[in-house]
Every structure is written in structure tokens, then in C-alpha cells.
T-cell receptor, first 114, second 112 residues
Framework: DAGVIQSPRHEVTEMGQEVTLRCKPI?????LFWYRQTMMRGLELLIY????????DSGMPEDRFSAKMPNASFSTLKIQPSEPRDSAVYFC????????????FGSGTRLTVV | GNSVTQMEGPVTLSEEAFLTINCTYTATGYPSLFWYVQYPGEGLQLLLK???ADDKGSNKGFEATYRKETTSFHLEKGSVQVSDSAVYFCALYAGNNRKLIWGLGTSLAVNP
């Protein structure tokens, strides 16, 4: 298995533009998580899905952020409009229904909003 | 509620030194405990885990023992290498909601 695949690896965009981050989870994993990591706030859970259904989006910072999972093999995190304070590394992770809760992480997308 | 507390970093060691990174937790029931490692520029990787009291997780020379009496899961390695330089996260899984509870991470730098 190729692991959790995220794209792009790096994104630089101007303030006010729309940004879309993509994630392909491991086949057979029922849960998908979106995290944000910054030096100031550490690792924050934004939203997670179970069987493509959003379960908890309480970590989404505001309405500018949205996430979808149209099928078991694809998810997107969208920021519209983007702001400089959204600059961070965004990680996607997936896990099986069983297995003690261990996650497999993607390599992340480093977002810079200028 | 459930929580994880890690020792603050950064931790700086010389090569071949002994490493301990402390992790304590608060949880109801019998959680599973994890250590993840994040190398520079990469995502987090599962390093080791333990699912019940007195279990010892081990991987790549690292060990951690699930101590219910002290609610701890300290990470240890007998002889660190430069390649162990990374950020280490302790995490807890306490139930059916599938969310891991994370510590803040401890940065380790190993000098040659």
C-alpha cells in the first residue's frame, strides 16, 4: 500500500484565494482525520469522518474552512478565502475501524498564504 | 476528561546518551497508549504502542511500559543516535469516538 497520499506537498497562495488540499486514505480504512500543525498551537484536529460521513467538525476554525469526503478514497479540505494566519502544515490521517486507534499519517501539505 | 501531559522540550543529548521522555495521562477506563515520531519535514509515524496495563511497546530500540499505577507511559532508549533527532508525541485512545488525545510533543536533538 502506498500509504496516505496528500497533495500538493507545498502550496503558496495569495490572501483571499481559494485553496484546496487533497487526501487519499489507505484502502480499507474507515476513518479519516484532518489535522493542522503550527508552532504556536501544535497539532489540532480539524475534522474527522467515519465511512465518508463527518462525525466531528468542532475543530474547524471558522466558516472559511470546509471538508468533504465524496467517497472512501478521497477527501478535500478547502479554505475560502485564505488568510495569512491559515499558514500551517495540514495533515491527513486514516485508521481502521479496529486496531487500537493507531493512525497512519500522510506527509502533509505546507500551506503559505502571503 | 482525558488528557496527556508530556515533558517540555527541547531535549538535547549527545550521541549514545540515555533518553527518557516523560508522558503521563488522565483517562477513564483502560486506554491504549501510543508514541509517535515526526522527523523533520515529514508526517507523524507510529513508533510503538501498548493496549493494556504492564504491556511494553518497543520498536527501533525505543521502549515504553504502560504503568496504570502511575498513569505513565515514558519513552526510553538506551543509546540515542543523531538520526533519532525528531519530535516525539505521546497519545491516548480512550474509547469509541476514534479520536486520539495528543500531548504537545517533545523535540529531541542528538549531537554527534
Amino acid at each position: 500500500d502506498a500509504g496516505v497520499i496528500q497533495s500538493p506537498r507545498h502550496e503558496v497562495t495569495e490572501m483571499g484565494q481559494e485553496v484546496t488540499l487533497r487526501c487519499k486514505p489507505i484502502s480499507g480504512h474507515d476513518y479519516l482525520f484532518w489535522y493542522r500543525q503550527t508552532m504556536m498551537r501544535g497539532l489540532e484536529l480539524l475534522i474527522y469522518f467515519n465511512n465518508n460521513v463527518p462525525i466531528d467538525d468542532s475543530g474547524m476554525p471558522e466558516d472559511r474552512f470546509s471538508a468533504k469526503m465524496p467517497n472512501a478514497s478521497f477527501s478535500t479540505l478547502k479554505i475560502q478565502p485564505s488568510e495569512p494566519r491559515d499558514s500551517a502544515v495540514y495533515f491527513c490521517a486514516s485508521s481502521r475501524l479496529t486496531g487500537g486507534g493507531g493512525y497512519t499519517f500522510g506527509s502533509g501539505t505546507r500551506l503559505t498564504v502571503v | 476528561g482525558n488528557s496527556v501531559t508530556q515533558m517540555e522540550g527541547p531535549v538535547t543529548l549527545s550521541e549514545e546518551a540515555f533518553l527518557t521522555i516523560n508522558c503521563t495521562y488522565t483517562a477513564t477506563g483502560y486506554p491504549s497508549l501510543f508514541w509517535y515520531v515526526q522527523y523533520p519535514g515529514e508526517g507523524l509515524q507510529l513508533l510503538l504502542k501498548a493496549t493494556k496495563a504492564d504491556d511494553k511497546g518497543s520498536n527501533k530500540g525505543f521502549e515504553a511500559t504502560y504503568r496504570k499505577e502511575t498513569t505513565s507511559f515514558h519513552l526510553e532508549k538506551g543509546s540515542v543516535q543523531v538520526s533519532d533527532s525528531a519530535v516525539y508525541f505521546c497519545a491516548l485512545y480512550a474509547g469509541n469516538n476514534r479520536k486520539l488525545i495528543w500531548g504537545l510533543g517533545t523535540s529531541l536533538a542528538v549531537n554527534p
